[in-house]
Nanobody
C-alpha cells in the first residue's frame, strides 16, 4: 500500500484547508485510514480516523472543527479542517491500517505541512 498525502499549506487563523490521502496498491486489506500530526520535537499524535465501515473518531482538540471522509471510488480519504488555529500548525501524516487476515500493519504516507499564521 502506498499513501500520498497532499493539501497542506499556509492559512490564516480561522481559515480552512482540506488534506487528501490517496491510497494505491493493495487497498482491499485497508481496515482504516487515520490522520496524525507531529509538532516540532514531539511524537505523532492522533487527529482523526475513518474505518472501512462508516465509523469515525476524532481527537478532542479537533472535534467540531475537523471532518474526515472518504471517496471509495478514488481510494482517497479527506480531512476537512475548519476554524484553524495556530496550535494546529504541524506536519500531518496519513496512516493506513492494513490487515492480511492475521495481523495488522501500519503504512505511512509522507507528511504535509500545515501552517496557521497571520
Amino acid at each position: 500500500v502506498q499513501l500520498q498525502a497532499s493539501g497542506g499549506g499556509l492559512v490564516q487563523p480561522g481559515g480552512s484547508l482540506r488534506l487528501s490521502c490517496a491510497a494505491s496498491g493493495s487497498t482491499l486489506g485497508i481496515n482504516a485510514i487515520e490522520w496524525y500530526r507531529r509538532f516540532p520535537g514531539k511524537q505523532r499524535d492522533f487527529v482523526a480516523g475513518i474505518s472501512s465501515g462508516i465509523s469515525t473518531k476524532y481527537a478532542d482538540s479537533v472535534k467540531a472543527r475537523f471532518t474526515i471522509s472518504r471517496d471509495d471510488d478514488k481510494n482517497t480519504v479527506y480531512l476537512q479542517m475548519n476554524s484553524l488555529k495556530p496550535e494546529d500548525t504541524a506536519v500531518y501524516y496519513c496512516n493506513a491500517k492494513v490487515s492480511d487476515g492475521l495481523r495488522v500493519f501500519d503504512y505511512w504516507g509522507q507528511g504535509t505541512q500545515v501552517t496557521v499564521s497571520s
